[in-house]
């Protein structure tokens, strides 16, 4: 038959307890001796340890829950018994009145706390490793296993003094091998700090304590301390792809078209500004007239708020000596080729001379960045913030695609759009760089 496990009444003044914490969990085998639950008084604490032998069946409370005396907290029997859902003199089967038994209060370890904070055991003695309660508390906040406390009280049972003993004795949790290894290779283990659970130390840290110390050797040549251009540049890059989320989108355009276009106004805007139009002026101003008809793509984000620009200022990423400029040109929209061709020649000089004003740097609201003079393909280009969109250019190069039909090789070049996706979507993103791309396969159309 099941067997109670009580709240026992500990004094006359005694009215109820505190459950501290359970030692066993249900299902669990228990044996005479075997420490149940610790609870707390209003002047000691008390281990409550079993007195009958078998399975702990149940438990009514949890840490924490005051319970009253001689309350049943709990069933020790065999484990196919059936005891009731809820403790008996709280589901109206009356209180339970009776005091704790002869043999429960025998069975207890009573352990009151002196003003030194020392404990005194006077129960009856098991097997079991035996520690007072403050002296488990102490060894689970030190991270002390109580196997490696040698204790003082009466048949080796733990107090907190021992448990403080061996945590002020500064000497470190080790393996026995992590010992034997020390001792061997005379190594102090006070001086090594453990890789285990609560620093304990393994061979294996014994062990590289005795290798000699990796001491880095700077890389040969040349070093250049990061500042200025190339520092400002570094940092809004890092910035940009650690704030924004780029993606990316490519396109491969048939510049056939622009190509003939060009030559034919190779000379009228030569002869107009004293520049030669370049692919770059042709790409600037199809990606104005594309944001024109796409402003969801000309935008920014400023705090929580993104801004649509009126304006359609395209900054021109140049590469410089030491870092990289981007000139703006301001209402690209707007302007027509000769005048792109200009702006876009006397701005990139400036850059390169170091004589860019700072109205020539601010105000863009869409940056391009053209690697096509290199043997450069496609590269997923870093947006310019505060701006959300940039567009990579890769080199024209002769590919065989498909022409009505039939295979032949085109002057291709690929183009990369990355865009802030927190304030851009993919479909308006795409949408934007098809009509991008129809206009340079159509390039007449930006001159009407």
Request: charged share 25%.
């Amino acid at each position: 038959m099941a067997k109670e496990i009580f709240m026992p009444k500990l004094s006359s003044t005694m009215e109820v307890g505190t459950l501290l914490q359970w030692f066993k969990n249900e299902g669990d085998p228990v044996a005479v001796g075997d420490p149940l639950f610790e609870i707390m008084t209003d002047k000691i604490n008390i281990e409550v340890e079993a007195y009958e032998e078998g399975v702990l069946l149940k438990q009514y409370y949890q840490e924490d829950d005051e319970v009253p005396i001689n309350h049943v907290v709990g069933y020790i029997g065999n484990p196919d018994e059936q005891v009731p859902d809820t403790p008996p003199g709280e589901a109206g089967s009356g209180t339970v009145e009776k005091e704790a038994s002869p043999e429960l209060a025998e069975s207890i370890q009573v352990e009151p706390i002196d003003e030194a904070g020392e404990t005194e055991e006077k129960s009856q003695t098991t097997e079991k490793l035996r520690a007072t309660p403050a002296a488990r508390r102490v060894a689970k906040e030190n991270n002390v296993s109580l196997a490696d406390v040698e204790g003082t009280g009466p048949k080796g049972r733990v107090h907190q003094a021992d448990v403080e003993a061996v945590g002020t004795s500064k000497t470190p949790a080790a393996t026995p091998l992590a010992k034997k290894v020390a001792a061997a290779e005379k190594v102090d283990l006070q001086t090594l700090t453990g890789t285990g659970s609560g620093g304990k130390i393994y061979r294996d840290d014994v062990e590289k304590a005795k290798r000699p110390a990796e001491v880095p050797v700077a890389a040969a040549g040349k070093r250049v301390k990061m500042e200025g251009i190339r520092k400002v540049v570094a940092d809004r890059m890092l910035k940009s792809k650690t704030t924004a989320p780029h993606v990316t989108l490519t396109s491969d355009i048939d510049m056939h078209a622009v190509v003939g276009m060009r030559k034919q106004l190779l000379a009228p805007i030569e002869e107009q500004t004293g520049y030669r139009v370049s692919y770059t002026e042709i790409i600037l101003k199809a990606a104005a007239a594309a944001l024109k008809r796409h402003p969801n793509i000309n935008v920014s984000l400023e705090g929580n708020e993104i801004v649509y620009h009126e304006e359609i200022n395209i900054g021109l990423a140049v590469a410089v000596d030491n870092g990289l400029f981007v000139p703006v040109i301001k209402n690209a929209n707007q302007k027509g080729l000769a005048a792109i061709t200009k702006d876009c020649k006397t701005a990139g000089k400036a850059a390169r001379e170091n004589k860019l004003k700072p109205d020539q740097m601010t105000g863009g609201t869409f940056t391009i960045s053209n690697l096509g003079m290199y043997a450069i393909d496609a590269f997923t280009p870093v947006i310019n913030q505060p701006e959300s969109a940039i567009l990579g250019i890769g080199r024209i190069n002769e590919k065989p695609v498909g022409v009505n039909g039939a295979i032949e090789l085109r002057p291709m070049m690929t183009v990369s759009l990355s865009f802030d996706h927190r304030v851009i979507d993919g479909a308006p993103a795409a949408a934007y760089l098809t009509d991008f791309k129809k206009m340079l396969e159509h390039p007449f159309e930006l001159l009407v």
